[in-house]
């Protein structure tokens, strides 16, 4: 009997834990631990910046006012209205009623992934890619296939993205701006993914977190720009990186009807909704340009300051990287692998760095997070350099 069951005691015996459990990594993890207050930290993938305070005072006015009940599961009219006006800016047209706002874009690029893969489905990822992607597919019972990006630049291979393609591929994972790699990718190169997708019929989830974030003159560009891209691409951003909300854990998807409709089971089902007086907040945040273009040209100086120190490093080579916050090296050239240098780096210079490897498709890499201090990235690079040349 059911009451029985539920009072044994049935030993060291448990039901298994879900198959495909067991094949997600841990990402970034091990070489996130917080160190001691000596090392200088380039892991950490987030804005050194707090969050604007008209976003702070805004949430908090919600609180005083009540706003603490269920409401609309995709989000507030209001504040899908404010995302769809927000993405204008970026050359995309989605409706607000087929926006959702869900809690992270992380969140959100999982729904993209429930809501149009089936277990089996093969997804096509530029390599080396963030690694929550690899792990929220493989929680699906997906598969992910990597294949890795032009070594110089880190720009989409497309003889390797075709040669991947199998009758099981499904859809492709575009994340550009990019982490880890910096890259951001030329319009044409963009209309080339489109027409991939395209000829073999596959969605295109549109990772664009770090769009307000670019070095280069062309900007992000939005595969819905392309003949065939505006219905297949799902595009999911946040206010995490832009507006230095990592926090808040807010992160919009916009699709066409029959998508946002399959996206909108998944919210109703896995959140109901973001917190309710958050969403006036997330307004506000959209409506910021001063607060948000000081943050971008910050980035932008720290962007320019340590690509010159590192590429005086002996033994890497980085291509300068192109938006986001994030310089990928090649360290090849040092004679260690990722794993050793990143330990080494720790022990011996004090610096605190993620290796590639565990990313797939990135050994050789180190990536290094330029979200910190200039003083932290002029002292940071400075004993790297110390440290290498000791090495010589
Ligand atoms: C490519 C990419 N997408 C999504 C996220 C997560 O965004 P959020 O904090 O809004 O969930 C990150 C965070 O590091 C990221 O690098």
Same mark, same amino acid.
């Given at each position: ?7 044994? !005691? ?9 198959? !495909? ?6 990402? @970034? ?50 504040? &899908? ?18 926006? +959702?706002?869900?809690?992270? &874009?992380?969140?959100? +690029? ?42 110089? !630049?880190?720009?989409?291979? @497309? ?54 974030? +670019? ?10 720009? @392309? ?27 916009? &699709? ?72 990928? &090296? ?10 050793? @240098? ?51």
């Amino acid at each position: 009997m059911g009451s029985a069951q539920g009072t044994t !005691n049935r030993g060291a015996s448990l039901p298994r834990l879900n198959s !495909n459990i067991n094949r997600v990594g841990t990402g @970034f993890a091990a070489f996130l631990s917080p160190p001691g207050p000596e090392v200088i930290r380039f892991t950490v993938g987030q804005p050194d910046f707090d969050t604007p305070g008209k976003v702070v005072e805004s949430a908090k006015a919600s609180l005083d006012r009540g706003e603490t009940a269920y409401t609309r599961t995709q989000g507030s009219p209001e504040l &899908c209205q404010a995302v769809s006006e927000h993405l204008t800016k970026h050359k995309i047209q989605i409706d607000a009623n087929n926006i +959702v706002v869900a809690p992270g &874009c992380k969140q959100a +690029v999982l729904y993209a992934m429930m809501a149009t893969l089936d277990p089996g489905d093969e997804v096509l990822l530029l390599a080396p890619a963030w690694p929550s992607y690899d792990g929220m597919l493989k929680m699906i019972g997906a598969v992910p296939v990597h294949v890795p990006v032009k070594r110089d !630049n880190y720009h989409p291979d @497309f003889v390797a993205l075709e040669a991947a393609i199998t009758s099981k591929t499904k859809a492709i994972m575009v994340n550009s701006p990019n982490n880890p790699t910096g890259a951001v990718y030329r319009p044409d190169e963009v209309e080339q993914l489109v027409a991939l997708a395209v000829k073999h019929d596959l969605w295109i989830i549109d990772d664009m977190i770090y769009a307000t974030l +670019v070095w280069e003159d062309y900007g992000y560009t939005s595969p819905t720009q @392309f003949p065939g891209g505006k219905e297949r691409t799902l595009t999911i951003g946040g206010w995490s990186k832009g507006w230095a909300m990592t926090g808040w854990r807010l992160g919009w998807i916009g &699709c066409s009807t029959e998508v946002a409709n399959a996206v909108k089971k998944v919210n109703a089902s896995a959140a109901t909704h973001v917190a309710t007086f958050l969403m006036p907040a997330a307004i506000t945040a959209l409506s910021l340009e001063e607060e948000t273009q000081m943050m971008a040209d910050s980035f932008k100086n720290r962007r320019d300051v340590i690509y010159d120190l590192l590429d005086s490093l002996p033994g890497i080579t980085v291509p300068k990287p192109e938006g986001a916050f994030y310089a990928l &090296c090649d360290i090849s050239g040092t004679g260690m692998t990722d794993i050793e @240098f990143a330990n080494r780096a720790l022990e011996e210079a004090k610096v605190q760095l993620i290796p590639g490897s565990l990313m797939q498709g990135g050994e050789g890499f180190i990536r290094i997070s330029y979200a910190t201090s200039m003083d932290n990235i002029k002292e940071g690079v400075r004993r790297l350099k110390l440290w290498l040349e000791g090495l010589r």
